[in-house]
T-cell receptor, first 114, second 111 residues
Framework: SQQGEEDPQALSIQEGENATMNCSYK?????LQWYRQNSGRGLVHLIL?????REKHSGRLRVTLDTSKKSSSLLITASRAADTASYFC??????????????FGTGTSLTVIP | DSGVTQTPKHLITATGQRVTLRCSPR?????VYWYQQSLDQGLQFLIQ???????AKGNILERFSAQQFPDLHSELNLSSLELGDSALYFC??????????FGPGTRLTVL
């Protein structure tokens, strides 16, 4: 399966600390995306990194991609209580005769303690 | 607000029944995806439509079916419902391969 695996499954940190989540996947991708989900709500897109990019920043978010290791990491700096949510990586692969396919990982549950 | 709408918000029904969930994608998005999210299974991809045609199938049961209409809205039909079908059902839309925009979800409870 192409499905990504996030690590750790759960992470608890103090406000102001940095949070790092990792995602591993199995096959070639076009791009990798990170999403955030507050409890019971729809997922919200955070950032997209293309397969030919190695690092991308957006505000307090930093994403890296290592296609040789088939892994990505999401770093949230100076965390806030409002960052408490589940974070998912999604890999997008081009499948012959089918088009672009999304595969979501299992998610990391982040708790930021005020 | 993602621009994707889903109705109803909540649905409570009994085992053996059939329900229809509805999704309206963002204006201009041709792709619609359906996902099931339960506590023990995580986020499971069910099916994707692109401009009215089925594009990809994931872990969708035979009791479930979907379609996308000419106006691009989509419906997910769940029949012969079982207790284990209780979950959040999300619809998402995208310009193919780009960002997916998720709706608020429909919470289905099967009693």
């Amino acid at each position: 399966s192409q499905q990504g695996e996030e690590d750790p499954q759960a992470l608890s940190i103090q406000e102001g600390e940095n949070a790092t989540m990792n995602c591993s996947y199995k096959t070639s991708i076009n791009n990798l995306q990170w999403y955030r989900q507050n409890s019971g709500r729809g997922l919200v897109h955070l950032i997209l990194i293309r397969s030919n990019e190695r690092e991308k920043h957006s505000g307090r978010l930093r994403v890296t991609l290592d296609t040789s290791k088939k892994s990505s990491s999401l770093l949230i700096t100076a965390s806030r209580a409002a960052d408490t949510a589940s974070y998912f990586c999604a890999t997008v692969a081009l499948i012959a005769n089918t088009g672009n396919q999304f595969y979501f990982g299992t998610g990391t549950s982040l708790t930021v303690i005020p | 607000d993602s621009g994707v709408t889903q109705t109803p918000k909540h649905l409570i029904t009994a085992t053996g029944q059939r329900v229809t969930l509805r999704c309206s994608p963002r204006s201009g998005d041709l792709s619609v995806y359906w996902y099931q999210q339960s506590l023990d299974q995580g986020l499971q991809f069910l099916i994707q439509y692109y401009n009215g045609e089925e594009r990809a199938k994931g872990n969708i049961l035979e009791r479930f079916s979907a379609q996308q209409f000419p106006d691009l809205h989509s419906e997910l039909n769940l029949s012969s419902l079982e207790l284990g079908d209780s979950a959040l059902y999300f619809c998402a839309s995208s310009v193919t391969g780009g960002t997916q925009y998720f709706g608020p979800g429909t919470r289905l409870t099967v009693l």
